[in-house]
């Protein structure tokens, strides 16, 4: 690629159509400005005859058509330069011919234009919920990228030490609540960076911003404009979502995106991109007909033997993650993420699809995954899977990983919800969970490997988890039968919202309860953007389509439950003062273990079917030369009180109660408590740390 960049590109060899051309940069895919001119880099591995389309800005008929000459194809590889075209007048797309048998799943269609799957920006959708029409085709821009990082060094928060953000741009900051001067965009989401400082978090999670078709599957339901909210129908894998923007980018797409990435970081906040590699929004043989269908349908996606799709996303289509060229594909994505934007990592939605063959079965070691984790580019970034598809394969504890994935730890959702709401037969399983999930992710085989969470975008918030019984999804337009139905939730009684201060007190208790146990979990740990100040969806346990007050966050909760709010800010201050939550540390010098289990009483590690209440110590020392550190979590998930009792403190050292989630101030506990037992109130969790006298 360096010889190519170096060739003198004002010799062209040719002229087509009245354009100077010669042959392109074959090694580097997408449009790249060189001096003089821009390369265009397309392949196909079946098609027989290609053709660049230039447009005016938003003209639907192309001012001009080159087909690539002879020289300007090696092997499956097109690559031609066109000098003297202005780029911020112009866009570009693709044409396409080759054979047409969709049973063997050729579909070529020489007339449609294509989109460049290596686009770095994509017009037609800049305004957000603007539906294209339908002889409307998706267009590229090129894109000449001119943002100066500076100085710029990724901080690379430790995985154990992440405490994970969840949150979709648009609905960040989409209400008026918000009070931000661009609601809905990267800009607004920027505005907020000073209450994500205040809030502690050091990793910010974005849902997919990868430009999307929001309007697709558009419906009209009992008078609201339902969209494709969420984002998770990718439309092209190399550009930012142009309607996320607060201002229009032409040829500079991404700045603000990159503006934002930079700021956070500078405020010691790492980035992840939840990234949607497993389907397009092109469908299934329904579906749109705008990029990789007509470029090479047969390499692209999982095809059935007649040619029809697999559908293992549940979504219509499935991409063959692991056909070389499709995992080539890949890898330059991540790494062009990783490179040019310099996110610190990666959600993989439905990740179990990355590790499927051509035919669907599971993989045991999928080549995609293993050259992801030893990819160089990709080598300090963070993989984390979402290690189940829509197809039934459950993969998590056992996704293919190389010691360098993790996972979204849904176990622990599962486990941890069903003990804290007071189930039967889950104190072991949630013991489990806390101290890192060793069962499912042995310390000497996956380091590092556990995303605890209790909450995410998928499901109930945090506060309807404790207000809800049953979903309550009929604006979906579904009949309510979208959705998961095992929510384990418990709605205190009332169903919905209430005016009863005791149970409005009592889902205020779970909540913090959930919190409390989160951020004393080995692992990193996540949960839902606005979670921490009650945000509800109404019992919404799928708002995918609602880009409305049902999905957006209401701010003004955040005074109406600021006691919340500072208790998870406590929270996770605490986390990180205290290093042994977070992992292993140096062994305590008193003798006690990493973990020990002290249920009700000292030394217990029984915990029976119908026990709801468990002792945790973690105890260590933070360096060689530092007193020993010793928390100890006590939670009791009974509708009954029950006294716990303490292990006796190493000489010098005594027990002091930090907090109790009984109180509307825990961290300023009202509770009697001698230093060695305590009766702990029902459905509360208490915890204590170790201090010297």
């Not at 049973?103 to 234009?113: A, P």
């Not at 953007?529 to 509800?536: L, P």
């Not at 105890?619 to 292990?647: C, I, K, M, Y």
Request: proline letters at 5%; charged letters at 25%.
């Amino acid at each position: 690629m360096v010889h190519q960049m170096q060739m003198n590109f004002s010799e062209p060899t040719s002229e087509i159509c009245g354009f100077r051309v010669r042959p392109g940069l074959f090694r580097v895919n997408g449009a790249t400005v060189v001096p003089g001119g821009v390369s265009f880099t397309i392949h196909s591995l079946y098609a027989e005859k290609c053709e660049l389309c230039l447009f005016h800005r938003m003209e639907q008929e192309p001012f001009a058509i080159l087909p690539f000459p002879d020289d300007c194809r090696i092997g499956h590889v097109y690559s031609m330069i066109v000098f003297d075209l202005d780029i911020g007048e112009m866009e570009y797309a693709y044409r396409m011919d080759g054979p047409y048998d969709p049973k063997n799943g050729m579909v070529f269609d020489g007339t449609k234009y294509l989109l460049d799957p290596y686009a770095r920006a994509v017009t037609g959708q800049s305004t957000w919920g603007n539906q294209k029409e339908q002889d409307v085709s998706y267009h590229a821009r090129v894109v000449k990228d001119s943002f100066d990082w500076g100085g710029f060094k990724n901080r690379y928060v430790p995985f154990q030490d992440m405490v994970i953000y969840e949150t979709h741009v648009r609905g960040f900051t989409r209400h008026a609540s918000a009070k931000v001067n661009h609601p809905g965009t990267f800009a607004g989401l920027m505005e907020k960076i000073p209450y994500l400082r205040k809030l502690g978090v050091n990793t910010v999670e974005l849902m997919p911003v990868f430009e999307f078709d929001e309007t697709a599957d558009l419906r009209i339901v009992d008078g609201r404009r339902l969209l494709n909210y969420w984002g998770y129908n990718t439309v092209c894998f190399f550009a930012p979502n142009t309607s996320y923007t607060a201002s229009l980018e032409y040829n500079r797409e991404g700045t603000e995106l990159k503006e934002l990435i930079r700021t956070l970081n500078a405020h010691g906040i790492d980035v992840i991109l939840d990234v949607v590699i497993n389907h397009t929004a092109e469908g299934d043989e329904r579906g749109p007909f705008f990029s990789f269908k007509g470029i090479d349908n047969k390499v692209y996606y999982m095809l059935t033997p007649d040619g029809k799709y697999y559908n293992f996303s549940g979504v219509g289509n499935t991409l063959n993650c692991n056909h070389p060229v499709v995992r080539q594909f890949i890898l330059d994505c991540l790494r062009h993420w990783v490179i040019e934007y310099r996110v610190d990592g990666f959600r993989f939605d439905l990740a179990s699809i990355l590790g499927r063959d051509e035919d669907g079965a599971p993989l045991s070691e999928p080549p995609l995954l293993e050259s992801l984790a030893y990819d160089p580019v990709l080598g300090h970034v963070k993989l984390i899977a979402e290690a189940w598809d829509a197809g039934g394969l459950y993969q998590v504890g056992s996704f293919p990983d190389w010691n360098r994935w993790a996972e979204w730890n849904g176990k622990y959702r599962d486990d941890m919800r069903r003990f804290l709401k007071g189930d039967n037969g889950f104190a072991e399983a949630a013991v489990m969970r806390i101290c890192g999930s060793p069962d499912l992710y042995p310390p000497e085989k996956r380091r590092n490997a556990s995303v605890n969470f209790i909450t995410c975008h998928d499901g109930f918030t945090l506060h309807d988890l404790y207000a809800y019984n049953e979903k309550h999804n009929r604006e979906n337009g579904w009949d309510n039968t979208d959705g998961a139905n095992d929510n384990f939730s418990w709605n205190c009684g009332v169903e919905g919202e209430t005016n009863d201060p005791e149970v409005s007190a009592l889902r205020q208790k779970l909540c913090r309860n959930a919190f409390a146990v989160l951020l004393c979990s080995r692992g990193a740990a996540m949960f839902l953007a606005g979670d921490e100040f009650g945000n509800t969806q109404y019992g919404n346990n799928n708002a995918y389509c609602q880009d409305n007050e049902i999905s957006w966050l209401n701010w003004e909760q955040l005074s109406d439950n600021a006691n919340l709010f500072e208790f998870v800010c406590e929270m996770i201050r605490f986390r990180k003062a205290h290093p042994i939550l977070r992992g292993k540390t140096e062994p305590a010098s008193c003798g006690w273990p990493d973990l020990s289990m002290h249920h009700g009483v000292p030394w217990n590690s029984a915990a029976g079917y119908y026990s709801h209440q468990i002792g945790i110590l973690f105890s260590g020392r933070n360096g060689q030369n530092t007193e020993d550190d010793a928390v100890f979590l006590a939670v009791n998930a009974h509708w009954e009180a029950h006294w716990q009792s303490l292990p006796a403190p190493p000489e010098e050292f005594g027990w002091n109660l930090e907090l109790c989630t009984s109180f509307e101030k825990p961290f300023e506990p009202d509770i009697p408590f001698d230093g060695r037992k305590m009766e702990i109130p029902s459905r509360s969790v208490a915890v204590f740390v170790l201090k010297k006298i």
